[in-house]
Nanobody, 115 residues
């Protein structure tokens, strides 16, 4: 098992930046895939970005060029650097860890982009 704790959310103006962190309770070295999802009010949860254990990444089209996902094995942490934020990025952001037969989620962190 692995527990995930997100942090770094908050209120930011359009065009601003935030960095989300996802701290894992154990080593993430062997976790095949980790990612960030988000859910806006009244909408389904959607994939934002994922990173494999080999370091390959994938992003939803609307965040490409603005968001960067990374993983720090020494700190057992996954980050999501979000730049040029837009009001449509407002959502609760969730960290996810996928193993072969298990799926783990954090509690979420609120990101609000508003002037």
């Amino acid at each position: 098992q692995v527990q995930l704790v997100e942090s770094g959310g908050g209120l930011v103006q359009p065009g601003g930046s935030l960095r989300l962190s996802c701290a894992a309770s154990r080593s993430i070295f062997s976790i095949p895939l980790m990612g960030w999802y988000r859910q806006a009010p009244g909408k389904e949860r959607e994939l934002v970005a994922v990173i494999s254990s080999a370091g390959s990444t994938n992003y939803r089209d609307s965040v490409k060029g603005r968001f960067t996902i990374s993983r720090d094995y020494a700190k057992n942490t996954v980050y999501l650097q979000m730049n040029s934020l837009k009001p449509e990025d407002t959502a609760v952001y969730y960290c996810n860890a996928k193993q072969t037969t298990s799926d783990y989620w954090g509690q979420g962190t609120q990101v609000t982009v508003s002037s």
